[in-house]
């Protein structure tokens, strides 16, 4: 049996039938970041930033000044740790060598040049800074793994564990981990 169409058909009196509603894709809306002093634009999928924090849901909404002019100021936030960030949305990962924005150092960049790892320090507690602003607990557990990558071969260590609750969910939900560098302890030798 062929299937039969339900769409209305045109007639004399009705020339058109009514244009099919297409559903708004939700990563159609974007949104403009200007961070740092300069304020540095950076273009972001509004839907894409909403998912990942509670902070951006709440300024994006119309009836917030920052959702209906759909630019969000964020003068506090270093424009490399906002690149860090929103890499992270779209990417679920950390990658260092997209900073600094002015010149990228992608081609020459190894983590354990002691170089580089002086900036990885800067650029990762910038992105802490950044994912305490944007309540976005995720990215902060993430920066404290890549510290704890960066200084667990380097430093001694103190860990400490605190308890967790039953009714907890998400980062909080296993024990809280406290990552230490004991500083007092080295001794700088040549």
């Given at each position: 049996m062929p299937a039969t169409s339900k769409k209305r058909q045109a007639t004399e009196q009705d020339p058109a039938p009514p244009a099919a509603k297409r559903p708004r894709s939700s990563y159609s809306d974007l949104i403009?970041?200007?961070a740092g002093s300069d304020e540095i634009p950076s273009v972001v999928h509004k839907e894409s930033l909403r998912k990942q924090?509670?902070?951006f849901t709440a300024a994006c909404k119309?009836?917030?000044k920052e959702g209906?002019?759909?630019t969000i100021r964020v003068p506090t936030i270093e424009p490399d740790a906002l690149e860090l960030y929103i890499y992270w949305v779209y990417k679920g990962a950390l990658d260092l060598s997209l900073v600094p924005l002015e010149s990228p150092r992608a081609d020459e960049y190894r983590w354990d040049h002691?170089?580089?790892m002086a900036e990885d320090i800067q650029y990762l507690i910038q992105l802490y800074v950044a994912g305490d602003m944007f309540l976005n607990h995720y990215v902060q557990n993430e920066v404290i793994n890549e510290l704890s990558a960066v200084f667990a071969p380097v430093l001694p260590?103190?860990?400490a564990y605190g308890p967790t609750t039953s009714n907890t969910s998400g980062p909080d939900r296993h024990p809280a981990t406290i990552f230490?560098?004991?500083v007092s302890t080295l001794s700088l030798q040549e």
């Amino acid at each position: 049996m062929p299937a039969t169409s339900k769409k209305r058909q045109a007639t004399e009196q009705d020339p058109a039938p009514p244009a099919a509603k297409r559903p708004r894709s939700s990563y159609s809306d974007l949104i403009s970041i200007l961070a740092g002093s300069d304020e540095i634009p950076s273009v972001v999928h509004k839907e894409s930033l909403r998912k990942q924090s509670d902070f951006f849901t709440a300024a994006c909404k119309r009836d917030c000044k920052e959702g209906a002019e759909k630019t969000i100021r964020v003068p506090t936030i270093e424009p490399d740790a906002l690149e860090l960030y929103i890499y992270w949305v779209y990417k679920g990962a950390l990658d260092l060598s997209l900073v600094p924005l002015e010149s990228p150092r992608a081609d020459e960049y190894r983590w354990d040049h002691p170089d580089c790892m002086a900036e990885d320090i800067q650029y990762l507690i910038q992105l802490y800074v950044a994912g305490d602003m944007f309540l976005n607990h995720y990215v902060q557990n993430e920066v404290i793994n890549e510290l704890s990558a960066v200084f667990a071969p380097v430093l001694p260590t103190v860990w400490a564990y605190g308890p967790t609750t039953s009714n907890t969910s998400g980062p909080d939900r296993h024990p809280a981990t406290i990552f230490v560098p004991c500083v007092s302890t080295l001794s700088l030798q040549e």
